[in-house]
């Protein structure tokens, strides 16, 4: 059993840093991104990225109380993807 | 007891393919140098990335004893909406002119968005893209 933790611990470790390594290299995209539809990729990205985060922060912690907070995380990032695009294509986001 | 060292395991297992495909996505929204391409990188990582920590988390709960199948909400979530928001950022490519224009369609005039293949090449930098003309 300890030797399956520690995995656990290492995998553990090694996500939070893919994940940290992923919001700093998608904020390099969103500072320097040539046109839109770039920014608006890499801000998707972070969010997806963040929910990530909270994912494994709830597997860090042992704890089931992250749900909640990673359905509102996605939702939110669906719908502010969504209204970004629409507000680039049409000028306007409800018409 | 041997079942939830398999799951801890494989919660393991998931975790490091999670981090591999995150990674992988990242580093091609990164160095791609087209903007489509570019859109096809971080696919990788609202689909199988977070499918694999989402994945790991399940089986984390099982392998702690209070078993949940929460996050298959989650899961189901994203894979509905990682398409829609990728066509709506391909939409706002195409109609910027930041990629090429799609060639002529075969059989109508012009496309259902967009106005025709050839023409206005550059609009103004906020110009929101015109409404375009139905012809039925």
């Known amino acids: 059993m300890s030797s399956a933790t520690s995995l656990l611990d290492i995998a553990l470790l090694i996500t939070f840093a893919a994940l940290a390594i992923g919001q700093i290299l998608s904020m390099v995209r969103l500072v320097l991104g040539p046109s839109y539809g770039d920014r608006i990729l890499a801000l998707d990205t972070m969010v997806i990225n963040a929910l990530g985060l909270v994912v494994v922060l709830g597997i860090h912690q042992g704890v089931q109380i992250y749900f909640e907070v990673t359905l509102l995380i996605a939702m939110l990032g669906f719908v502010s993807t969504v209204a970004l695009a629409r507000f680039l294509l049409r000028g306007d986001i409800i018409e | ?136």
């Open chain 2, 1 to 136: 007891m041997s079942g939830q060292i398999l799951a801890t395991y494989a919660s393991a297992l998931s975790l490091l393919i999670g981090s591999g495909f995150i990674t992988v996505g990242v580093i091609g929204l990164l160095k791609f140098n087209d903007p489509m391409t570019r859109l096809h990188a971080p696919t990788k990582v609202g689909t199988i990335g977070i499918g694999m920590l989402l994945l790991a988390s399940m089986l984390h709960s099982f392998a702690i004893g209070s078993s949940s199948m929460h996050e298959l909400l989650i899961m189901s979530f994203l894979f509905v909406t990682a398409p829609v928001s990728a066509n709506f950022i391909a939409k706002v490519n195409i109609h910027r002119r930041t990629c090429e224009t799609p060639p002529a369609p075969p059989r109508d005039d012009t496309w259902s968005t967009l106005n025709s293949p050839e023409a206005e090449i550059t609009p103004a930098p906020l110009d929101p893209v015109k409404e375009p003309q139905t012809n039925v």
